[in-house]
């Protein structure tokens, strides 16, 4: 059975499509039987996972798409990595009629929709995410890019897919620090916009790293039904989906200062809403009974709630002032005001976020 949400927007719409082992009908759909250009892009590890895949092997025609796979982690999410998949395309001369299947994490997808967004101005692209993280956010809303050196997603596009395909078997591929990872993002969509949703968590978080079947189906269902909302309200990022960005400024610090891929971004994420929340106690903004809950949850199921050893408030500060969201110097911080609730605030002074994160760091919470 194959569960179906529709992300409704003006000249780009599509539907993601969430299931078990629902790879083989892709596969089978009409698009890939009769299209010869078709190309899989992907890493080094799940091109192996791909290959083993009874479907895949014994289907004559899916066996001659292409793929090109580059190797595994946020290192590689890079120019380099962009250029090396644009040149076997060229090299293989394909044309603006080239479809793009980007299977894997978010790595894979980020780079691959940069790619479509970029050769020869722009050609389609679908989305097969396989891990968590990339199931329930990266895959879906047409964010696509690179990390530069001094940033975080630095170079990019808005490129939406054609279609999203999430076929949950794969998790069962993954380390279980990464489905760990990928519950922060979870979490995140239930601080900004669901009570209700974070006192399921609550209740059924475990269940999720378990990979109970309906408990995965319905969490990875509901994110992807909130954040097609939120796309269709605002695609470009100019109001409600900033929200969608709540302790990423922090986690896209980390990050980068720590260097790319020594952190999964759950795990930043994770730690960077947690600050966040610390934050809006500070400013009388949220009860501490809810910072409290926030940082449990995130704790009990073992990501981490306190940034790497050695990072000063300086160096947080450093990288936020080259943060998206930054507007004529000024940083712009998504803060929760509630559990189910968050806020833009523009006007905190960077001196003020200095005090506050060293405030953090030596706290007892
Ligand atoms: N991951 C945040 C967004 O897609 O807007």
Known sequence: MVDKVHVNLMNSSYDISIGFNILKNFFISTIFLNNTNSVIITNNTIKNVILKNKYYSINKNIKNIPIFSIPDGECYKNLKEVENIISFLLKKLYGR????????????????????????????FFQVPTTLLAQVDASIGGKTGVNHILGKNMIGSFWQPKGVLIDIEFL?????????SGMAEIIKYAIIFDHEFFIWLEKNCFKILQLQKDTLLYCIKKC???????????EKESNLRLFLNLGHSFAHAIEAYIGYGKWLHG????VGIVISAYLSVQLNMLHKDYFSRIKTIFYRIGLPIKGPKGMLPQDYLEFMLRDK?????????????????????????????????????????
């Open 224 to 234: 992807c039904e909130l954040k097609a909302l939120v796309i269709e309200a605002d």
């Open 325 to 365: 969201k930054v507007l004529s110097g000024k940083i712009r911080l998504i803060l929760p005001v509630s559990i189910g609730k968050v806020q833009l605030f523009s006007s905190i002074e960077n001196t003020s976020i200095l005090r506050f994160i060293k405030k953090f760091q030596e706290d007892k919470h």
């Open 172 to 180: 069962s591929t993954l380390p279980r620090e990464h489905i760990i």
């Open 267 to 270: 795990e930043a994420v994770s």
């Open 97 to 124: 009629d080239v479809i793009l299947i980007a299977i894997g994490g978010g790595v894979v997808g980020d780079i691959t929709g940069f790619v479509a967004s970029i050769y020869q101005r722009g050609v389609n």
